[in-house]
């Protein structure tokens, strides 16, 4: 994961850097409820000017998943 | 074989009536009325952003409400079940459907605080459009959410409904009155929608 995305993903999930991992999920992260998943998907539409599809969201189950679809756009 | 039986060797799922790829739909039974379901209606974290729910909710209500939906036409009540775990996590509804005007207001509780994850209820919300606009060919889906309720709010606006109105002073909560916001989606809109389902069958 590059550092712009672990940026991204720890303002909105409101976590430190470095306590953003490809495991991280909203099983694991407490402050990771339906209003930031609204929130990271908005987010990373805007930055990587790309509007997710409904089943694209559903694969975004965790960090890792997110990653592996956004790295691919780049 | 009993009620609940039915449709057991229904493909995909057994009883399946939509099938996403986190969640499907099946038709409410009555052991999901005495089961979780009637306790959502209780909880005080549920209830909040909900308009109505203000007295207690037994066992009996939810299986007497389940009971008579069934048989309406005007409302297409569908029980959310996780596919991970077969749990059901939630209801789904499609109520006040006007067969002239071609309209329905679209509803949606996920009661199992565990699986409000965001992912879910966007891909519930998506499916219960598809049904409305494409299987049953409404025009247009209206949903309601309070002011106050900015995830489902944004959730809404997220899969491409739009604010057409406001209630003002709708519902009080916690000691004041909020405002209900009122959003639309039609069907000529959802039908170019890059967050309309493929299918409504994705069973992969």
């Known amino acids: 994961m590059n550092a712009e995305f672990v940026a991204l993903v720890s303002a909105v999930l409101k976590v430190p850097a470095d306590a953003v991992s490809a495991e991280l999920s909203p099983k694991t992260c407490k402050s990771w409820d339906s209003l930031a998943t609204v929130n990271l998907v908005v987010t990373l539409e805007q930055h990587y000017k790309r509007v997710f599809s409904i089943n694209e969201l559903a694969e975004m189950s965790s960090v890792g998943a997110i990653w592996k679809l956004v790295s691919g756009l780049e | ?204």
């Open chain 2, 1 to 204: 074989m009993n009620e609940d039986m039915r449709n057991d060797n229904a493909f995909p799922i057994a009883g399946a009536y939509a099938v996403g790829r986190t969640v499907y739909f099946r038709y409410p039974t009555d052991a999901d009325a005495v089961g979780a379901w009637h306790h959502w209606f209780n909880s005080p974290d549920v209830t909040r952003n909900l308009v109505a729910h203000y007295w207690p909710n037994t066992p009996e209500d939810q299986l007497a409400y389940v009971r008579e939906v069934r048989k309406s036409r005007q409302r297409l009540l569908l029980s959310i079940i996780d596919r991970s775990s077969g749990a059901h996590i939630g209801v789904g509804s499609l109520g006040s459907i006007d067969y002239v005007n071609r309209r329905a207001e679209v509803s949606l509780v996920i009661g199992e605080r565990n699986y409000r994850d965001g992912f879910r209820a966007l891909e519930c919300l998506s499916m219960l459009t598809e049904i409305g606009l494409c299987k049953l060919n409404l025009n247009k889906l209206v949903a309601t959410s309070l002011a106050i309720s900015t995830a489902g709010l944004q959730l809404d606006t997220l899969l491409g409904y739009r604010e057409c109105g406001r209630w003002h002073e709708h519902a009080f909560v916690d000691g004041k009155y909020v405002d209900c916001v009122l959003l639309e989606m039609f069907q000529r809109d959802w039908f170019n929608s890059p967050k309309r389902p493929k299918s409504l069958f994705l069973a992969d």
